[in-house]
């Protein structure tokens, strides 16, 4: 405990892009803003069968949500005569994605992607446990999201991983909320306890029934028969979470998953010996990275741009972990001139490259590492 009491406080920033696979297509289309937008998961079973992906706000507003059925999002928006249903493009949220997340990274003591638009920060340490500091942290790399990326976002800023989430969800778009270890409970209490992150309609349901409206009625419920109702593990988490407490790490779990990295070729091409020293650049530069942080690969990814601006990936699994630079820039290389045939005729704008399923290497010296020693 001393030690414990010794060390900052813990200061945890939750960001969460907006509307995010709609904002995806805003950007590569503006001329869609104030449209109402709605991307969709079409079963392909009729014309209009499926569910809403994404709604940007202006869809929002008027009631469409993720997971609702199109017919429905297209009868909320019939008197809306711009309404724009676009199908997903997961390649281009996937590589959209990627670039966040590279961005966030640096801004973090610790990280952990959350999920395709989300991560958490651990910024105790560069904050020096001030949430003054952290706040300016939140409003630079909102900064650098809007700038490098045209992309917004909202950003919870607590003293973990819980009150970072709900703050971040308390004011959305573009929003920064900031909950103080002191105002954990103020901010809570008033909330309904369906907003409480882990209550789904069942637990829901079963509170209400016991009176409960709010997070703090919850917090102030009798635990003995919280346990009673719930079982021990999510009694307890309940009793817990509607405190504000948790005291989960950030990238407690499986740290970082991938490394990538993207170039713009000099020119629109198709030609492989302008597009190849480009690859090796890259891939000179993810070994640079896995190497310093000790990590081998077992998937090799390839992303390409294309003169359209359409994206596509294409990604090969290896049979075993390996560190070899060689087997990551032939495998690139491989996966490139498929692609290529695949796509006959249309010229490459960007290049990615990405490596994934990283594991710590238990280190076998290559070819590579004899010939060019790591820097
Ligand atoms: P969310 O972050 O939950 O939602 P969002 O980014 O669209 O909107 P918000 O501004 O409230 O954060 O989810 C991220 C993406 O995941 C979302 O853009 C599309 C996808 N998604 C689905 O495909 N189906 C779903 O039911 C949900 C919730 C999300
Ligand atoms: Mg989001
Ligand atoms: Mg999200």
Redesign the pocket.
């Given at each position: 405990m001393a030690l414990a009491a010794a060390s900052v406080q813990r200061v945890i920033l939750c960001v969460?892009?907006?509307?995010?696979?709609?904002q995806c297509e805003e950007r590569r289309r503006p001329e869609l803003q104030n449209h109402p937008v709605v991307?969709c998961?079409y079963s392909g079973r009729t014309a209009t069968s499926g569910v809403v992906?994404?709604a940007n706000y202006v869809a929002r507003n008027l009631g469409v949500r993720?997971?609702l059925p199109i017919v429905r999002a297209q009868k909320l928006l019939q008197h809306r005569a711009d309404a724009v249903f676009l199908p997903v493009d997961h390649d281009n949220y996937e590589v959209t994605s990627a670039r966040v997340m590279e961005l966030l990274r640096a801004h973090a003591d610790r990280f952990e992607s959350a999920?395709?638009?989300?991560a958490f920060l651990d910024v105790s340490t560069r904050s020096g446990g001030n949430i003054h500091a952290a706040v300016e942290h939140a409003r630079e790399l909102k900064r650098q999201l809007r700038t490098q990326e045209r992309l917004s976002c909202?950003v919870g800023v607590g003293p973990n991983k819980l009150l970072a989430k709900m703050a971040a969800d308390f004011q959305?778009?573009d929003g920064l909320t900031i909950v103080r270890p002191d105002e954990a409970a103020s901010f809570f209490a008033p909330l309904p306890v369906e907003r409480l992150y882990g209550v789904g309609p069942k637990s829901a349901g079963r509170l209400h029934e016991l009176g409960i409206r709010t997070i703090g009625d919850l917090a102030s419920m009798d635990p003995a028969l919280l346990l009673k109702t719930f079982g021990r593990q999510l009694g307890r988490y309940l009793h817990r979470a509607a405190q504000g407490t948790d005291d989960e790490p950030v990238a407690g779990r499986e740290g970082r998953e991938q490394i990538s990295r993207i170039a713009t070729l000099k020119e629109d091409t198709r030609d492989v010996d302008l597009i190849y020293p480009v690859l090796e650049q890259l891939a000179q530069d993810i070994r640079q990275q896995a190497n310093a942080e000790r990590l081998g690969f077992r998937s090799v990814a390839i992303l390409v741009f294309m003169e359209d601006l359409s994206v596509r990936t294409r990604t090969a699994t290896l049979e075993r972990l390996t560190t070899d630079a060689t087997i990551m820039l032939r495998t690139a290389r491989e996966l490139l001139l498929t692609l290529l045939e695949e796509i006959d005729g249309l010229k490459l704008r960007r290049i990615g490259l990405r490596i994934a399923e990283l594991g710590v290497a238990v280190r076998e010296r290559t070819l590579t590492e004899f010939l060019e020693p790591s820097s």
């Open positions: 969460d892009m907006d509307y995010f696979f709609a991307v998961v992906s994404a993720s997971g999920s395709i638009d989300e909202s959305k778009p």
